[in-house]
T-cell receptor, first 113, second 113 residues
Framework: DTEVTQTPKHLVMGMTNKKSLKCEQHMGHRAMYWYKQKAKKPPELMFVYSYEKLSINESVPSRFSPECPNSSLLNLHLHALQPEDSALYLC????????????FGQGTRLTVV | GQQLNQSPQSMFIQEGEDVSMNCTSSSIFNTWLWYKQDPGEGPVLLIALYKAGELTSNGRLTAQFGITRKDSFLNISASIPSDVGIYFCAGQLYPSSGSRLTFGEGTQLTVNP
């Protein structure tokens, strides 16, 4: 099973709303990632969790708040977003270390109005 | 940071033709990954490469890890309409860059039946 499950698939939110994106994997992976992707562009790394601890934050604005409650779950809490934050948000997971394969979820299409 | 140059940016081919795309980097990687992404979906892992000089096949797909560790190519033989999509290369240098993946800009493939 190489499945990473993201919910919801689509989300429309206002600039004053608070919402959360969820990601789950059961492959025993101990690294989990959040990426942001704009149309026809490559994914841009936002956060990496390694062994449930935040190991990389790519200078992401504080209106994005990640959380890793356990080794299978990853959340991204959203608050006071801007229209330019509209994008496809991708979760991925992998083993920690060399020679690992990262598997992506199907993404959440976020629209901020 | 590391930069990946992926070419060509787009390709328009006839069904049955072979396709080749490549990625080059100014610095080395110890893992190369190739992904395919359909519109509105997450990237799907096609091939993973871990050793310099390694040549790996997955059905009609063949990929190689360059001997200098700074490049990789992906070939698709006898293309079919469902090969349409964006193909991304991604490199990883662990532990220097942690679990971070560096993505190429993508190759948009169109297959005419």
């Amino acid at each position: 099973d190489t499945e990473v499950t993201q919910t919801p698939k689509h989300l429309v939110m206002g600039m004053t709303n608070k919402k959360s994106l969820k990601c789950e994997q059961h492959m025993g992976h101990r690294a989990m990632y959040w990426y942001k992707q704009k149309a026809k562009k490559p994914p841009e790394l936002m956060f990496v969790y390694s062994y449930e601890k935040l190991s990389i934050n790519e200078s992401v604005p504080s209106r994005f708040s990640p959380e890793c409650p356990n080794s299978s779950l990853l959340n991204l809490h959203l608050h006071a977003l801007q229209p330019e934050d509209s994008a496809l948000y991708l979760c991925a997971s992998s083993q920690v270390g060399m020679n690992t394969e990262a598997f992506f979820g199907q993404g959440t299409r976020l629209t901020v109005v | 940071g590391q930069q990946l140059n992926q070419s060509p940016q787009s390709m328009f081919i006839q069904e049955g033709e072979d396709v080749s795309m490549n990625c080059t980097s100014s610095s080395i990687f110890n893992t190369w990954l190739w992904y395919k992404q359909d519109p509105g979906e997450g990237p799907v892992l096609l091939i993973a490469l871990y050793k310099a000089g390694e040549l790996t096949s997955n059905g009609r797909l063949t990929a190689q890890f360059g001997i200098t560790r700074k490049d990789s190519f992906l070939n698709i033989s006898a293309s079919i309409p469902s090969d349409v999509g964006i193909y991304f290369c991604a490199g990883q240098l662990y532990p220097s860059s942690g679990s971070r993946l560096t993505f190429g800009e993508g190759t948009q493939l169109t297959v005419n039946p």
